[in-house]
């Protein structure tokens, strides 16, 4: 079994946090930062910042100093980190952050659609027995719920296969939590676990790992020291 530490971040943070955390971003990341608007450049910034925090302390090093490779459809891992596998997500005012050892993995937040989107893109993208479910009659929350479950788990695998999400609307899945996916089509080989995990407000979120032994969540909050 594979322990996946997942850190809860909250990214609504007072202005001299984020200020702080800005001064651990790389060139790249402060270009990122330097056209956006004011909210998704404050939510940015304390998502990055933060993910530098942690993922320097499991590494024991300086958080300014943590330098990002990328893959071929631009997935991040810190650069000379061993086994240690990272992915992170934001939404709105809620991020989260997975770490595990020797197992590539991703995870994905996201606020909840609205219901009637939801449908139509379930019905365009999803499988059909997906988009059945999240059309069966319920409360609006309910299917907007049902939806966003699948969107985070169809996310979560596209960033543990580090492939691309246009090849993941076919892959089912489906099914009580955690799920074993074993055809990924195009996202890549082998089989991968996947799990959805609890997340406060009005949020769904999912973590994958490419293998199909079992994994362990451990979540964490985040709190500014």
Avoid at 40 to 54: H, I, M, N
Avoid at 55 to 60: F, H, Q
Avoid at 140 to 167: P, Q
Wanted: net charge positive; aromatic share 6%; charged share 25%.
């Amino acid at each position: 079994m594979t322990a996946v530490d997942l850190w809860l971040i909250d990214t609504r943070q007072p202005a001299d946090v984020t200020a702080e955390l800005s001064h651990l971003l790389d060139p790249v990341e402060r270009a990122r930062v330097a056209g956006a608007e004011q909210e998704p450049r404050e939510r940015f910034t304390v998502v990055r910042g933060a993910v530098r925090r942690l993922v320097a302390e499991r590494l024991g090093v300086r958080p300014a100093g943590l330098v990002w490779r990328y893959g071929r459809h631009g997935k991040p891992e810190p650069a000379g980190a061993g086994g240690l596998r990272v992915s992170w997500s934001a939404s709105g005012g809620c991020a989260v952050l997975a770490l595990a050892e020797g197992r590539p993995v991703g995870v994905d937040v996201e606020g909840l659609h609205d219901a009637r989107t939801a449908e139509r893109m379930a019905a365009r993208w999803f499988p059909a027995e997906e988009a059945r479910f999240v059309a069966e009659p319920a409360e609006e929350a309910e299917r907007a719920s049902r939806f966003t479950a699948l969107w985070c788990r169809r996310e979560a695998c596209v960033k543990a296969y580090g492939g691309r999400l246009v090849r993941s609307f076919g892959v089912p899945v489906a099914g009580p939590s955690p799920v074993v996916v074993a055809g990924a089509g195009g996202l890549g080989a082998g089989p991968a676990r996947l799990c959805d995990v609890p997340v406060p407000g009005p949020f769904r979120a999912a973590v994958a790992a490419l293998g199909e032994s079992p994994i362990h969540v451990n979540s964490h909050v985040w709190k500014v020291n």
